[in-house]
């Protein structure tokens, strides 16, 4: 069923058309975490996102909204086509679309190779560093080997040693208890008062809402038979996984060290790469992704005319 519009026609992002944008996606997988159907979901009421189809290609639309503030102008994510050679002319037809409709707007989120071949036609590019995924290896996770690690590793091994617990798939019956860590987890950073806090958490449980159709997966750890971490992520191709989610209770000392071992060992074993999404300009975060020695950053790019 095509439940996607053509263009300049839009359609919310439903159940029915959220599938075809997953199949889009896993015939030609974008390394970006943005075009994730985890993500797309996540936001799409957030972000206002739109759905439409040009020459073949899926394109994802942010589109304005009264009493909606994203916080950015207008934009389309990188159009998602099984033939990506007539992809900067399809952006060049969005890109003047929005600049007729609401005078400004941009693509947001293009990968470094797309924004070359762009740049290269005469369009503006500006590279987005808050806006980079962090890529780590698996393996260097799920080992914390040699000196570069030794205080992620001394951690992991704290709780090891001095917490009992159990480490358990996600299961139906523990997404509930996911969303009330969730919700602990934000009370105790003031997520309302915080507007990327409180998109984060709609996205979060927009996603363990949807976990089963969106083809998510993921762990938790328990402890006196209470959930006090977990993480989600979902399959980007055969060598990468993009962690969406990943929360603990920190009064455990050790435990997101732990989990992130754990979950690397166990739910992401059959992976070369992990991405660990963007640090969106948040200082701490930055700190926290760059302790982690991350294999390289994926530069993203906003276009424009």
């Given at each position: ?40 979901w996540g936001y799409r009421a957030t972000l206002n996102y739109r759905v439409t189809r040009l020459e073949g290609c899926i394109l994802i639309h942010s589109m304005p ?148 159709s969106l083809g998510l997966f993921g762990a938790v750890i328990k402890i006196n038979n209470k959930v006090e971490a977990f993480g989600v992520a979902e399959k980007v ?39 660990w999404e963007q640090d969106l300009g948040n200082a701490g975060l930055r700190k926290s992704k760059l302790s982690y020695h991350p294999h390289n950053l994926l530069v ?6």
């Open positions: 069923m095509n439940s996607i519009p053509n263009f300049p026609e839009f359609a919310p992002v439903s159940k029915e058309n959220i599938q075809e944008i997953r199949q889009a996606t896993a015939k030609n997988p974008p390394e970006i975490c943005d075009l994730s159907g985890g993500n797309i909204a009264q009493g909606l503030d994203t916080g950015m102008p207008p934009f389309f994510l990188p159009p998602l086509c099984n033939d990506m050679s007539n992809a900067v002319e399809l952006m060049k037809k969005s890109l003047a679309f929005m600049n007729e409709k609401y005078g400004t707007g941009i693509f947001s989120s293009v990968p470094e190779k797309l924004a070359k071949i762009a740049m290269e036609t005469g369009l503006k590019t500006v590279e987005k560093r808050d806006d980079a995924d962090y890529i780590f290896l698996a393996k260097d996770f799920s080992e914390f080997k040699g000196g570069k690690y030794q205080s992620k590793r001394n951690f992991a091994n704290y709780f090891y040693q001095n917490t009992k617990h159990e480490f358990l798939d996600i299961t139906k019956n523990l997404l509930r208890e996911c969303m009330e860590l969730q919700e602990k987890w934000c009370n105790t950073r003031k997520c309302m008062f915080f507007k990327s806090l409180e998109m984060e958490n709609a996205a979060i449980l927009e996603m363990l809402t949807n976990f089963d191709n055969n060598e990468m996984a993009t962690v969406h989610i990943q929360k603990a209770n920190t009064d455990f000392r050790g435990i997101y060290q732990a989990f992130c071992q754990l979950f690397a060992k166990n739910q992401l074993k059959d992976y070369k790469f992990i991405n993203k790019y906003n276009v424009s005319l």
